[in-house]
């Protein structure tokens, strides 16, 4: 188990060593100088020197590279001359509503996606099986955008309730957490919170509806599986209790292929991230590379794919530990 | 020759292929028809900004889906849309397929040294997630329609690299290319001969649920800015542009995603019918 | 009360070709505590199906569709019957992501209302019974053989304390040195602790190692019941002595092995008359158009028009 840890965390330093290097490339195969790319409209020429100085950008790819790695290692993602802030404190500053967010999202999603596909499961081939399992087929080809636009429609316009952005801005919240929902509860603040609440909902359903669907056919024909097998058959002979050979038995087993496809889940969850936040004008890290492309800030564009990266990395690593640690069978 | 006509028989028996084809086959005849009909161009901006759905035109026909707000006529903007993101689509994955099937083949069959280095290249190339990927390479080259169709391509192609290259190892140490190497069968041969048969099933299948994700891919990258750019006629950037005047129109925002969503759909019902098709237990549920 | 009383049983199984019969009018028994009786057939014959149904672990696919099946005088259909099967397969059978002690002690823990402590107490012992050490408490199926699992499944049967034992062919996936261990270590519990048992098995000489009574299945039906010197002494049933000479033997010299020709009918084409009558090598005409019923000579069961 110990040994197992150590390689794939090897093998997850590899990838971010993979990532850092394409991204290196990228920044460097843009048509034209880079000094100019990355100052957009301050590319002034003493600008110009200094951008190509910091970075070393006349001398070798190498020696390049050597001076990008080194100052990532140093946490330092430059300075984006565009927004006028380095990299680091404007991704430090939008990383907890996107995680607020996400968060949301995916709890929402677990709790109904699990729920219904074991309902699926257990009234398989009736026609509230086929109900859900034709919804998570529509609701897993609906696009994003169109779920987002359709929800702010229907939250903003048809039932009049605040959209866009975290909080209505004239409440002024002391942050304790960095996530709205909390601080304003820790602020004492109800109508604040409610409000709060009310703008996150729309966004986190819109991430969260794509996410159900997928759990409502995975859960429901990994738990289809699993009633077939025959320790359950085991367990209904030594008359457990239906609870025990729910839990126990049937669900533990069910949930291992849910945890493999974890990985691909934060994949999507990512894309549709950077969607919603553009949609409902949701300040985080996904809105931010939406203003970054629009303002053609490469610096800003570049860190934040680095950061998703390795958070896309890490939570690979966590599920596939997890994954080992609960079915024995793989820990040879 | 019978036994393909068998086939596609049963593909056309199972319910989810019919109804993908129906749908597909729907919005093909409807683009199409207004393409040709319609007395609006796709470009043709006018004084009538946000004119909702059905509203009378200067023209002989009314405006079935409004205006957007440059005055265009959205219904004719959806359907070039159509024709123009199912290219993209298209253009998508025969590039990823056709590159992410030689290599699979190669790395499959080959083994060894070029096995490593070519399945080293595509982990890299997947430790970045895929949208990410695209962004990245899509704001280096510059924003229009064929670098983000470069950028999907890229970054969709090592699925199918893997996946042929797992068939491949497969279907590599079976009975008849043993026999078939004995026999002296040149290596070409063997490959197209008697592994490629195997691989196209499941190739086949999966690029028909990756067509409509590079669908919405090409469409979201557009959606932000990395695309298609104006005039052109793509759902995502219509949606985009669409989505900043939402308050005063809602329809040149929604209905370019009800088309994609359908667009999107057919395709994905029918790569699940071919699955199901494919899938050795043939559940019994469909 | 007698231990096992079957009576007209028939289970059947939904196909996509409708209801079809798996188990024709049986009746089975069991008369004393301790007693093994051993049904013996070919694969298809039904007496898997037998043995679930007698179990109440038929799947949802199947039904009983007459009969009874009383277990001590109750009516297994409608009462709490403990009734403990050793599986064939020990691997599918075992829950792979629970270990061995919790897969046991969840019976005492669930079933008898022991607190933890307790239950792996017991636990432990049942390992003991079954001859396991104690360490493998703390392991997984996976990481067992074949036929410590199966030890593992018979603990699992103690533990239950159940009125009834089934064995489907638990053996039979096992290497013939660890089929005898098994054997021996399942006949030893039954007798000692004075539990009946039902040992289903496609092996007649298996079946002489352990059993007290038999029963030949063929084609849904019970064609010959005995004890098992009656059964081996004086087979009465064509199928029986097809079956008997069938295995070669160490103690005398054959000259030719007997095969019985063609194949079992399958559930749902069973021919007119005797099922058996298309392989008898004595059938005569009355054996292809009439079915021959069950009947009793002395304390054995025959269904053959030779014995009318």
């Not at chain 1, 957490?177 to 996150?200: Q, Y």
């Not at chain 2, 695209?134 to 690299?161: K, Q, W």
């Given at each position: 188990?110990i040994?197992?840890?150590?390689?794939?965390?090897?093998q997850?330093?590899?990838?971010?060593?993979?990532?850092?290097v394409?991204i290196?490339?990228l920044?460097?195969?843009l048509p034209?100088?880079p000094?100019?790319?990355i100052?957009?409209?301050k590319?002034?020429p003493e600008?110009?020197?200094r951008v190509?100085?910091e970075?070393?950008?006349?001398?070798?790819?190498l020696?390049?590279?050597?001076i990008y790695?080194?100052?990532?290692l140093?946490?330092d993602?430059g300075?984006?001359?565009?927004?006028?802030h380095?990299v680091?404190?404007?991704?430090?500053?939008?990383?907890?509503?996107?995680?607020?967010?996400v968060?949301?999202?995916?709890?929402?999603?677990?709790a109904?996606g699990i729920?219904?596909?074991?309902l699926?499961?257990?009234k398989?081939?009736?026609?509230l099986?086929l109900?859900l399992?034709?919804?998570s087929?529509?609701?897993f080809?609906?696009p994003?955008m169109?779920?987002g636009?359709a929800?702010?429609?229907f939250?903003?316009?048809?039932?009049?309730?605040p959209?866009g952005?975290?909080i209505?801005p004239?409440?002024?919240i002391?942050?304790y957490?960095?996530f709205m929902?909390?601080?304003?509860?820790l602020?004492?603040n109800?109508s604040a919170?409610?409000?709060?609440?009310l703008?996150?909902?729309p966004?986190?359903l819109t991430?969260?509806?794509?996410?159900?669907?997928l759990?409502?056919r995975?859960?429901?024909?990994?738990?289809l599986?699993?009633?077939?097998?025959?320790?359950?058959r085991?367990?209904?002979?030594?008359?457990l209790p239906?609870?025990v050979?729910?839990?126990r038995?049937?669900?533990r087993n069910?949930l291992?292929?849910i945890?493999?496809v974890?990985?691909l889940y934060?994949?999507v969850?990512?894309?549709?991230?950077i969607i919603v936040e553009?949609?409902?004008a949701?300040?985080g890290?996904?809105r931010?590379i939406?203003e970054?492309?629009?303002l053609r800030?490469?610096m800003?564009?570049?860190?934040?794919?680095?950061?998703?990266?390795?958070?896309y990395?890490a939570?690979n690593?966590?599920?596939?530990t997890?994954?080992i640690?609960?079915d024995p069978?793989i820990r040879? | 020759?019978?036994?393909?006509?068998?086939?596609?028989?049963?593909?056309?028996?199972?319910?989810?292929?019919r109804?993908g084809?129906s749908?597909?086959?729907?919005l093909?005849?409807?683009?199409t028809?207004v393409?040709?009909?319609?007395p609006?161009k796709?470009?043709?901006?006018?004084?009538?900004?946000?004119?909702?759905?059905l509203a009378p035109?200067t023209?002989?026909w009314?405006h079935?889906?409004?205006t957007d707000?440059l005055?265009?006529d959205v219904?004719?903007r959806?359907?070039y849309a159509?024709?123009?993101?199912?290219?993209?689509?298209?253009a998508?994955i025969a590039l990823?397929g056709?590159?992410?099937?030689v290599?699979?083949?190669?790395?499959?069959?080959l083994?060894?040294?070029v096995?490593?280095?070519?399945m080293?290249?595509?982990?890299i190339?997947?430790s970045i997630?895929?949208?990410m990927l695209?962004?990245?390479i899509?704001?280096?080259?510059?924003?229009?329609?064929f670098n983000?169709i470069?950028?999907?391509?890229?970054?969709?192609m090592?699925?199918?690299?893997r996946?042929?290259?797992?068939v491949?190892?497969?279907t590599k140490?079976s009975l008849?290319?043993?026999?078939?190497?004995?026999?002296?069968?040149?290596d070409?041969?063997?490959?197209?001969?008697?592994?490629?048969?195997?691989v196209?099933?499941?190739?086949?299948?999966?690029?028909?649920?990756?067509l409509?994700n590079?669908?919405?891919?090409?469409?979201?990258?557009?959606f932000?800015g990395?695309g298609a750019?104006?005039?052109t006629p793509?759902?995502?950037?219509?949606m985009?542009?669409?989505?900043r005047?939402?308050r005063?129109a809602?329809w040149?925002?929604v209905?370019?995603g009800?088309?994609m969503?359908l667009t999107?759909?057919?395709?994905?019902l029918?790569?699940?019918?071919?699955?199901d098709?494919?899938d050795p237990?043939?559940?019994?549920s469909? | 009360?007698?231990p096992?009383?079957?009576r007209?049983?028939?289970?059947e199984y939904?196909?996509?070709r409708?209801?079809?019969r798996?188990v024709?009018?049986i009746d089975?028994?069991i008369?004393?505590?301790g007693?093994?009786?051993a049904?013996v057939?070919?694969?298809g014959?039904g007496k898997s199906t037998?043995g679930?149904?007698?179990?109440?672990l038929?799947?949802?696919n199947?039904?009983?569709a007459?009969?009874?099946?009383r277990?001590f005088g109750?009516?297994?259909?409608?009462?709490?019957?403990?009734?403990a099967?050793v599986?064939?397969?020990?691997?599918?059978?075992?829950?792979?992501?629970l270990?061995?002690?919790?897969q046991?002690?969840e019976?005492y823990?669930?079933?008898?209302k022991?607190?933890?402590?307790?239950?792996?107490?017991?636990?432990?012992?049942r390992?003991?019974?079954?001859?396991l050490?104690d360490?493998?408490?703390?392991?997984y199926p996976?990481?067992?053989s074949?036929?410590?699992r199966q030890?593992?499944?018979i603990?699992?049967?103690?533990?239950?304390?159940?009125?009834?034992?089934?064995?489907d062919?638990?053996t039979?996936a096992?290497?013939?040195?660890?089929?005898?261990?098994?054997?021996l270590l399942?006949?030893?519990?039954v007798?000692?602790r004075?539990?009946p048992m039902l040992?289903i098995?496609?092996?007649?000489?298996?079946?002489?190692?352990?059993?007290?009574?038999?029963a030949i299945?063929y084609?849904?039906q019970?064609?010959?019941?005995?004890?098992?010197y009656?059964?081996f002494?004086?087979?009465?049933?064509p199928?029986?002595r097809a079956?008997l000479?069938s295995v070669p033997?160490?103690?005398?010299?054959?000259?030719e092995?007997?095969?019985?020709?063609g194949e079992?009918?399958?559930p749902g084409?069973f021919p007119?008359?005797c099922r058996?009558?298309?392989?008898?090598p004595?059938a005569?005409?009355r054996?292809?158009?009439?079915?021959?019923t069950?009947k009793?000579?002395?304390?054995s069961?025959?269904?053959c028009?030779?014995?009318e």
């Amino acid at each position: 188990m110990i040994s197992y840890i150590f390689s794939r965390l090897l093998q997850s330093l590899l990838s971010i060593l993979g990532a850092i290097v394409i991204i290196f490339i990228l920044s460097r195969v843009l048509p034209g100088n880079p000094a100019i790319a990355i100052l957009g409209p301050k590319a002034t020429p003493e600008n110009i020197e200094r951008v190509t100085r910091e970075w070393g950008l006349d001398k070798s790819y190498l020696e390049q590279f050597a001076i990008y790695f080194s100052r990532l290692l140093q946490g330092d993602l430059g300075d984006s001359y565009v927004m006028g802030h380095s990299v680091n404190v404007l991704i430090r500053e939008r990383i907890p509503a996107s995680f607020e967010l996400v968060i949301t999202a995916f709890v929402i999603s677990s709790a109904l996606g699990i729920f219904l596909g074991i309902l699926a499961a257990r009234k398989h081939d009736t026609r509230l099986d086929l109900a859900l399992s034709t919804f998570s087929v529509l609701g897993f080809s609906f696009p994003t955008m169109l779920l987002g636009i359709a929800l702010l429609l229907f939250f903003g316009l048809n039932l009049g309730l605040p959209v866009g952005g975290r909080i209505d801005p004239r409440y002024h919240i002391k942050i304790y957490t960095g996530f709205m929902l909390i601080d304003t509860l820790l602020n004492g603040n109800i109508s604040a919170f409610i409000d709060s609440l009310l703008r996150i909902l729309p966004p986190a359903l819109t991430l969260a509806i794509p996410l159900t669907c997928l759990l409502i056919r995975l859960g429901r024909n990994s738990m289809l599986e699993v009633m077939m097998q025959e320790f359950v058959r085991t367990a209904k002979m030594k008359r457990l209790p239906e609870s025990v050979i729910m839990n126990r038995h049937i669900l533990r087993n069910a949930l291992i292929p849910i945890v493999t496809v974890m990985g691909l889940y934060f994949a999507v969850i990512v894309t549709g991230d950077i969607i919603v936040e553009t949609i409902f004008a949701w300040p985080g890290l996904g809105r931010l590379i939406w203003e970054a492309i629009t303002l053609r800030d490469y610096m800003v564009i570049q860190g934040s794919i680095l950061v998703v990266s390795i958070i896309y990395i890490a939570v690979n690593a966590i599920v596939d530990t997890l994954y080992i640690y609960i079915d024995p069978r793989i820990r040879e | 020759m019978n036994r393909n006509f068998e086939n596609i028989k049963i593909l056309l028996s199972i319910k989810r292929i019919r109804y993908g084809l129906s749908i597909l086959i729907a919005l093909t005849a409807v683009a199409t028809l207004v393409i040709l009909l319609s007395p609006f161009k796709y470009d043709q901006i006018s004084y009538n900004v946000h004119l909702p759905p059905l509203a009378p035109s200067t023209f002989h026909w009314p405006h079935i889906l409004g205006t957007d707000s440059l005055g265009r006529d959205v219904f004719t903007r959806i359907s070039y849309a159509y024709i123009l993101d199912v290219s993209c689509g298209l253009a998508v994955i025969a590039l990823s397929g056709a590159v992410g099937l030689v290599i699979g083949l190669v790395s499959g069959y080959l083994g060894g040294v070029v096995d490593g280095i070519l399945m080293r290249l595509m982990d890299i190339l997947i430790s970045i997630p895929g949208f990410m990927l695209a962004i990245a390479i899509a704001s280096v080259f510059g924003s229009n329609l064929f670098n983000a169709i470069i950028a999907v391509a890229i970054v969709t192609m090592p699925i199918y690299a893997r996946l042929v290259r797992g068939v491949v190892l497969s279907t590599k140490e079976s009975l008849f290319v043993l026999a078939a190497r004995e026999a002296g069968l040149g290596d070409i041969k063997i490959v197209t001969k008697h592994i490629l048969p195997h691989v196209m099933p499941i190739f086949i299948t999966q690029a028909t649920m990756e067509l409509s994700n590079a669908i919405l891919y090409i469409a979201t990258l557009s959606f932000i800015g990395l695309g298609a750019q104006e005039p052109t006629p793509e759902w995502g950037l219509m949606m985009s542009v669409g989505r900043r005047y939402i308050r005063e129109a809602w329809w040149p925002a929604v209905f370019p995603g009800i088309a994609m969503f359908l667009t999107v759909l057919s395709f994905n019902l029918i790569g699940d019918g071919l699955r199901d098709y494919l899938d050795p237990k043939k559940r019994l549920s469909s | 009360m007698k231990p096992l009383e079957v009576r007209r049983l028939s289970v059947e199984y939904l196909t996509t070709r409708g209801w079809i019969r798996v188990v024709d009018d049986i009746d089975i028994d069991i008369d004393e505590r301790g007693e093994i009786l051993a049904i013996v057939g070919e694969s298809g014959c039904g007496k898997s199906t037998l043995g679930l149904a007698i179990a109440g672990l038929l799947p949802p696919n199947a039904r009983i569709a007459g009969g009874y099946i009383r277990i001590f005088g109750k009516d297994a259909a409608t009462n709490p019957v403990k009734v403990a099967v050793v599986f064939q397969d020990a691997l599918a059978s075992l829950n792979p992501l629970l270990t061995i002690g919790e897969q046991i002690a969840e019976i005492y823990l669930h079933h008898f209302k022991m607190t933890r402590k307790e239950a792996f107490e017991e636990t432990r012992k049942r390992l003991k019974d079954v001859g396991l050490p104690d360490s493998f408490v703390d392991r997984y199926p996976h990481e067992l053989s074949g036929g410590q699992r199966q030890r593992v499944l018979i603990a699992m049967t103690i533990a239950m304390e159940p009125e009834l034992i089934v064995a489907d062919e638990p053996t039979t996936a096992l290497d013939v040195t660890i089929q005898a261990k098994v054997l021996l270590l399942l006949k030893d519990i039954v007798k000692k602790r004075g539990i009946p048992m039902l040992y289903i098995t496609h092996d007649l000489a298996l079946a002489s190692h352990i059993a007290d009574r038999v029963a030949i299945m063929y084609a849904g039906q019970v064609v010959e019941s005995s004890d098992r010197y009656s059964i081996f002494r004086e087979p009465k049933h064509p199928y029986t002595r097809a079956l008997l000479s069938s295995v070669p033997r160490i103690d005398t010299d054959i000259d030719e092995l007997y095969i019985i020709n063609g194949e079992p009918p399958l559930p749902g084409s069973f021919p007119k008359g005797c099922r058996f009558s298309p392989r008898c090598p004595i059938a005569f005409e009355r054996c292809f158009n009439e079915e021959p019923t069950l009947k009793s000579i002395a304390k054995s069961y025959i269904r053959c028009h030779l014995y009318e």
